[in-house]
Every structure is written in C-alpha cells, then in structure tokens.
C-alpha cells in the first residue's frame, strides 16, 4: 500500500507535452420545426396565387392558394396533384352555393366528386366558418357604421348559399330577395322571403335539372334571366354575392351598392371603385395584403392545431380571431360615402291641389261645385302613392340622404272630420309603402301629425321609426323671428359681442311647445312674459325655467293685453281653436309674432289690420347639396321645417320616433336645431299667411312701423294731464 501511495506520489520519469488549447465546440443548432403546409383550391383566377410564409398560433406554416381558372377539370387535377405531396391540411373553396338546407343539389355533387379524390389531407370546405365571419361582417358593419341594413332593399344571388346570413340581414330588414330560381332553374322571377326561400329550399332538388322548353329557345330565356337580374341589381341598395360573381355588373348595377362578399382583392377594388360601389363589407380576413378564402383559413387552423374542422367548436374559432387578432374588412372604394334613406307623407290642403291633374281642372270648370265636393270624398279614400323621388341632399359630413314624398288623399277637412282610425289606417298604409321602398324614417306633414295622440299610434304601430317634425318647427319658427328681428333693425344696435337686447312675450306657455319656446328664449332675450290661464302651472315653469337659465328675467301673468305695447316679440302658441288670443291692435308697431299654434291663433283678417306688426307663421329652411323634388310651393332646395327634420334625422342616422304626442322637449327643439347646422340646414325663408316675406315686404313693414312709432311720439303729449 505503502509503495502504491510512492508510486503515485512519485514524480513521472518524463513529463507529458503540454495540453494542446481546443477550440469551445459550439453545440448544434436543433433543427427548427419544419413549417406545415396548407393548400387552398379555388375557382378562382390562377394570376391571384400566392405563397405565404408565416408563423400562425405559434407554428410555422406555408400557406398557398391556388386557383383552378373556373375549370372543374382543373380543379381535379390540382386537388389530385396536391393530395399527393400530402400537406396538413387543404381547403377546396368551391361550390360556396352548397349549404345544409339542400346537400342534394348538383354543386354539392360536383364538391363531394372532387372531396372523392383527396386520399391523404385533411380536407375542408370552410363552410362554417365562412357562415361565422359573414354573419360577423354584417353586425360589425352595422354596429360601426350606423344602422345601414335598416329597411335596405337585399339582392341575394343565392339565398342557400348564405341562408343564415339571410336570417340575421332580417333583423333589420324585410325587404330580402334571393335569385335562386333566376339563376339555378333558369325562372326569371326571384324569391322576396325567406320562408319562400324554405319553401324553395325544400323542393328545389326536384327541378335541378329541369330544362327550358325549347319554343323559347335557351338564348331567349337566358337572355330574360339577365334582364330580370340586372333589375333587381339596380333596384337593391345592398348585394350579397361572391367577388367573382358581380365582374358582370357594371355600373348601373354596382353604384352606390353596398356589397357583402368575402375574398377581394386589391385588383377588384380598382374595377368597383370605377363602377361607383359605395361600401365592401369583405368578410375575408387579411395576411400580408392577401385575402383568405374561408376554406383556406380553416386548413390554416387545421394545419397550426392539428385537428380537423369538424372537431373545432365555436368556442375555438373565437379564441383563434383573438390570438390572430382578425377582423372583417369595411372599405370604401370611392372614398367615405353615405346615403340613409327617409319618407314624408303629405296631403292635398284643398280642392285646388287636385287641379293639377288636367281631367280634374277640366271637371272643376265644367261641372257643379257639389261635383268637386264627391271627388273630394272619393280622393279621401284612395290608397297612398309616391308624388315624388327626392335626391341630391348631401350634408358637409359627407352623408347623403334620398327620400320619397308619400301622398294621401285627404283634405284637412276630409281628415278633420273624420275619426282618427280613418286617417290611421292610410298613415300605416304609407308607412308600409315606405319600408318597402327602403326608407328609414318615416315623417308626418301638415294635418297628419295633428290627429288623435299627434303620431303616437302610428309609430307604435308601423314598421319603421316616425317623427312629426314639430320641433323642428318650433325651433325654426323662432330662428325666423329672431332672423325677423335683426333685419327690421328697430332695436339698438349690440355692442362688440353682446346679444340683441329685446322683450319677447310667449302666449300659452304652459303647452308642449309653448313652454318649448319659453325655455329657449329665456336663453336669447333680455326678459320674457309668460301668459296662461293656470296661475299654478305657470309658476312651475318658472320654476323649470330658471333651473336651467338662472340669469333669466322671467315675469308671470294670465292676460297678455296689458304687456303688449312693451313686447319686441310675441310667440302665441295656444289650443285656442279660434277663440281671440290677444288684442292685435295693442301690439307695438315693429313687433314680431311667431304664431306657431295650429289652427293658427291670428286669422288673416286679424293680421290685415295690422300692417306695421310682422306676423310670422314658420320658418323656412335650405338642405344642403343640390335638392331634386317635384314643386312643394316653394323656391329651388327650400323645404318646410317638419320635412327637414326627417332629413335631418336621416341625415344624422338618428332612425328614431324622435317628436311624436302632443309633448314637445325644449331639449329636443335645441337639439334638432344643432343637428341641422351641423348638416348645412340654414334659414331659407320668413312665411306669413301670404306666403314668403320678401326684402321688399319686410322694409314695408319696417317703414310702415317707424311711421306708427313717430304719431306715437306727437300723441304723447297730448294724452298728459
């Protein structure tokens, strides 16, 4: 042991070279994973191909789509040529027209022909998915870009291809109409329902393969399909149809369409931009400036997890939009454009509107008057109709707005002396006519809205939102009287920034639109009079008022003569019903009355003895853009206040019964008033119960008022003691 431990202690005879100094050996790089790949076939263009490399839910992949040149044949011999490279997944995005509710039609034969030769991939149509992202297209169009379905007018090229899209496109509107027969069966009629649809659904199996007859001769019958589709093209404001499907179209078809599609390129943008498309709702998820077909979106999924699309639940697609961070695609080819749609109905004020139609003037001059009266009673009764299309309104937010005028028969005596339900009935009647024709909002003009409960019923009752337009009308009839005001020039001029000081006397305060108006111009003059008979309500007006304008110079009292000589302004706005408001002779010459009342509180020949007073009875307004509509009475893009508030909440996207009762929120007039400013409404024309104040007319009054004033002053002093 002893000589063991020598030995080893021992030193070596010869001692051993130097360790040579070795290089650090840098470990092997591990092989990265191999990226998966997957194949997307399409119908498509060949010239639209392209390759991806990628890295999608954490894996590697290459993503490829390939385009068959809309040849079956084609489509085979990729699916065959693929399969045998074995990828991870591959998606066949053709036949998009098959759909659960009819697997037995000939496109689902070709699909399950061509699924027939794929023996190694997973295979997926992408049918599922593509349901989910169109359905989220269409509500995220609609939650961001306002209620743009509401009431649309829908063209569907194939209702089975997108029947759950139908479905949710049926929530905002009715108006759906689906080409299948058109274009399946050769039929040049479309379906407009969607339990027409079901109905076609269930037995269209049965005349797959029907055949024209041949005294028509295909090319005639062809012919007829493509004239009956390009109608209903030009007639929908929205069409849902693949890309490729719409290259036909051209621009009278296409402009000013919305089309919900899936899969467009930057190329087809070009051809819809130059073909007036307003709005593309792609429901096709974007990669590196390349739109994913559904089918090769759901092989990407399949090929990054690993599991086939018929074992991915709804929940799995959510989480994949959230990781990948998708989202649908709203592009506007043309730049942001807009166009929301409205009614207003209107009615004949006397006997004299129905002169228009010659056989009518013809009658009138030839036979007894009682013979006019029995044409009054029968026009009465006659079922709405369309007195003319409105164009041309463009707001400077870029919002376009087109309308329709909907006429019905009744004179304000036929309406007035009948009961409500009578006119009721026409007003829902019109009110159908204007979901149909795609409106949006629905107005009521002149005796209309005055009816039993002033619209409630009807709004309750009709298929679209509906406003009387009454606070737009009170908001412009005080924005003329104070326009009034300042070009009478009968009150001192303000200095640097201050307001026009003026007295101003409101008449009924205590109503809907009397107190509208005494809230607003409790904020505008210097002090004002409120007159009603109830003491109590008066003082809570008051009350309210000064909640909201503390500064204000609020006064109180039950007869307005006594103030009368004092008023700047007057507004009278009374349920009199003819009885005698205020003393017209007492008022101070070069006052403004605002006689919003209806019936009128001044009668003509009230107003006639006063030529130095300007009594006004509404305020008219200017739309912006260049106005087509048939004459109304009134200049060139001038409308009457109710209508402009139609077009305003048109305009503004407000699809709301916004001023419907008898109830009038002075917040709503303040609001309606600023909308319309902010959409170009301006005040067009002063009306009185001559028609429109000129210039001329209002430096009459102006003069005739100075004259009165300047007796005044010589009587005065010889009225003392």
């Excluded at 036979?367 to 707001?395: C, K, N, Q, W």
């Excluded at 309750?460 to 009034?484: E, V």
């Excluded at 008033?673 to 005040?683: A, S």
Aim: aromatic content about 6%; charged content about 20%.
């Amino acid at each position: 042991m002893a000589a063991s431990r020598t030995r080893s202690a021992a030193p070596p005879a010869t001692a051993d070279p130097p360790a040579p100094t070795r290089k650090k050996r840098t470990p092997k790089p591990v092989p990265a994973t191999p990226p998966r790949l997957a194949v997307g076939i399409s119908l498509g263009a060949a010239t639209q191909d392209f390759l991806i490399d990628t890295v999608f839910l954490g894996q590697p992949l290459q993503v490829r789509r390939v385009g068959a040149g809309a040849s079956l044949a084609q489509a085979a011999r990729l699916v065959q040529a693929w399969d045998a490279q074995s990828p991870a997944a591959m998606g066949l995005g053709i036949g998009r027209d098959v759909h659960a509710l009819d697997p037995r039609r000939s496109g689902g034969r070709q699909v399950a022909r061509l699924a027939d030769l794929v023996r190694n991939t997973p295979l997926t149509t992408g049918q599922r998915l593509a349901d989910l992202l169109m359905e989220w297209a269409v509500r995220h169009a609609q939650a961001s870009q306002g209620p743009i379905f509401n009431n649309a007018h829908v063209l569907f090229l194939s209702g089975l291809a997108h029947h759950k899209l139908a479905h949710t496109l049926g929530e905002a509107t009715p108006n759906l109409h689906f080409a299948d027969p058109l274009l399946q069966l050769g039929v040049p009629n479309l379906l407009s329902s969607l339990d027409a649809l079901a109905l076609y659904a269930s037995g269209a199996h049965h005349a797959a393969d029907w055949v024209p007859p041949q005294a028509l001769g295909p090319g005639l019958l062809s012919r007829w399909c493509q004239h009956a589709l390009r109608h209903a093209a030009r007639h929908a404001s929205v069409i849902v149809a693949p890309a490729h499907e719409l290259d036909h179209f051209g621009l009278e078809e296409l402009a000013g369409k919305t089309v919900i599609t899936h899969t467009v390129n930057e190329a087809r943008l070009a051809q819809w931009h130059e073909k007036g498309v307003h709005l593309v709702i792609d429901a096709s998820p974007n990669l590196q400036g390349h739109a994913l077909d559904p089918a090769l979106l759901d092989a990407m999924i399949m090929a990054a997890t690993g599991r086939h699309s018929s074992s991915l639940q709804d929940d799995d697609y959510l989480e994949v939009f959230e990781r990948a961070g998708f989202e649908p695609r709203l592009v506007y080819p043309g730049g942001f454009k807009r166009v929301n749609r409205f009614a207003f109905v209107i009615h004949p004020l006397s006997q004299e509107y129905f002169k228009v139609l010659k056989p009518v003037e013809l009658l009138s001059r030839l036979g007894p008057p009682v013979l006019m009266d029995s044409l009054e009673t029968v026009l009465a009764y006659a079922p709405p109709f369309v007195y003319s299309h409105i164009s041309g309104i463009r707001s400077p937010t870029g919002v376009e707005a087109e309308g329709w005028l909907i006429s019905v028969g009744g004179t304000p005596r036929e309406i007035m002396s009948r009961p409500p339900e009578f006119t009721y009935r026409r007003l829902l009647a019109a009110a159908e006519m204007a979901r149909k024709l795609g409106a949006q909002i629905m107005g009521l003009g002149a005796f209309t809205k005055v009816v039993g409960d002033a619209g409630v019923t009807v709004a309750r009752q009709a298929p679209l939102p509906i406003t009387t337009g009454n606070s737009y009308s009170a908001s412009a009839a005080l924005w003329a009287a104070h326009d009034a005001l300042l070009r009478m020039n009968l009150l001192p001029r303000p200095r640097g920034r201050q307001r026009v000081a003026f007295k101003a006397m409101v008449v009924g305060a205590t109503g809907a639109i009397g107190a509208a108006c005494a809230h607003l111009l409790a904020r505008a003059a210097e002090s004002i009079y409120l007159v009603a008979p109830d003491s109590a309500k008066l003082l809570t007006l008051r009350e309210a008022i000064l909640q909201h304008s503390p500064d204000a110079q609020v006064h109180l009292a039950v007869h307005p003569d006594k103030l009368l000589p004092e008023m700047d302004m007057v507004v009278t706005a009374t349920s009199g019903a003819g009885k005698k408001v205020l003393d017209i002779m007492k008022v101070k010459p070069g006052c403004v009355i605002t006689d919003v009342a209806r019936p009128l509180d001044l009668p003509p020949e009230e107003v006639a003895k006063r030529p130095d007073v300007l009594v006004i009875e509404s305020g008219e307004i200017e739309v912006p853009g260049a106005l087509h509509m048939k004459n109304i009475g009134l200049p060139p893009n001038v409308v009457y206040a109710c209508l402009a508030e139609t077009i305003v909440l048109a305009l503004a996207g407000r699809f709301e019964s916004y001023t419907v009762g008898r109830q009038i929120e002075w917040q709503k007039v303040h609001e309606i008033y600023e909308l319309g400013l902010q959409h170009g409404m301006r005040l067009a024309a002063i009306s009185g119960a001559q028609g429109i104040f000129s210039n001329a007319d209002i430096a009459r009054v102006r003069r005739l008022a100075l004259a009165a004033r300047r007796r005044q002053l010589r009587q005065r002093p010889a009225e003392g003691p």
